[in-house]
């Protein structure tokens, strides 16, 4: 009897050759319903966030706030797989809070509230390409090794531009702080939200596996630095640079958390 077309063969020298296909990508998506959750979310945080720039289809600023939305559920997925179990305890909490899903689950959650803002969508969009870029390379070797080439060439691109991506988030993340200041004055957020963000962000400069924003951070701190010193600065700049570096001296760790 001939074999069906999905299931698994065997090559000339014995050994079994990976099952390729359409069948093979649904036994994959049934068998990581997790994973392929993730990838289905961030795939539609992308989506919503290009709605919103590009207002073709529908109301804009609900396609702003479904991409917020979106990256909430990621974070909220992914923290379940880091940290499955809940607990009621300070212990578990403290697992929580150093995890950087929830870190962005309280992004996501902030800005919610808060009327939109493009810069705040940056970080998550990014976020989600380079993520579930490097899932839809598992997915196309699943399909075959010469489905979609063009994919496989822009995931390429995506990977190959991973610190950089790394690095913009960061960089976003710190110079939303005194945009949620601004945000205040303009009455397009509440009262809180600078002294929620803050947390945000000090969370962010302590995280044990992305020290990204804590790097950035110093190297704005250093570049400072180095400006306020500089014979051409006008004295009041000076003054109010100097006044900054007294205020952030203490936001980032004297010690970064060991990996």
């Known amino acids: 009897m001939a074999d069906s077309p999905s299931a698994p063969t065997e090559e000339s020298n014995g050994s079994p050759r990976v099952e390729k296909g359409w069948g093979a990508l649904k036994k994959h998506a049934i068998e990581n319903k997790v994973n392929m959750a993730l990838w289905a979310t961030r795939i539609s945080t992308v989506l919503f966030t290009i709605g919103y720039l590009i207002p073709v289809f529908g109301?804009?600023?609900?396609?702003?706030?479904?991409?917020?939305?979106?990256s909430a559920a990621t974070s909220a997925l992914r923290l379940h797989q880091r940290v499955p179990g809940v607990q009621l305890n300070t212990r578990f909490l403290e697992l929580l809070l150093v995890e950087d899903s929830c870190h962005y689950l309280l992004y996501s959650s902030i800005f919610l509230y808060v009327a939109?803002?493009?810069l705040v969508l940056v970080p998550v969009f990014l976020f989600a390409v380079m993520h579930s870029a490097s899932y839809s390379l598992t997915l196309l070797d699943i399909l075959g090794q010469n489905s979609v080439w063009q994919a496989r060439l822009l995931i390429s691109i995506v990977e190959f531009q991973s610190r950089t991506i790394l690095r913009l988030c960061a960089f976003c993340e710190i110079i939303i702080l005194p945009l949620t200041i601004i945000l205040v004055f303009t009455g397009r957020a509440g009262l809180l939200t600078p002294f929620i963000y803050y947390q945000f962000l000090w969370m962010r400069l302590s995280s044990m596996r992305n020290p990204n924003t804590r790097n950035i951070f110093r190297e704005i701190r250093n570049a400072l630095s180095s400006a306020a010193v500089s014979p051409s600065m006008p004295r009041i700049l000076k003054s109010l640079i100097n006044a900054l570096l007294r205020v952030t001296q203490h936001m980032v760790p004297v010690q970064a958390p060991q990996q």
Request: aromatic share 20%.
């Open 116 to 118: 939109p803002v493009t």
């Open 59 to 70: 109301n804009p600023y609900n396609a702003y706030y479904k991409a917020l939305m979106s």
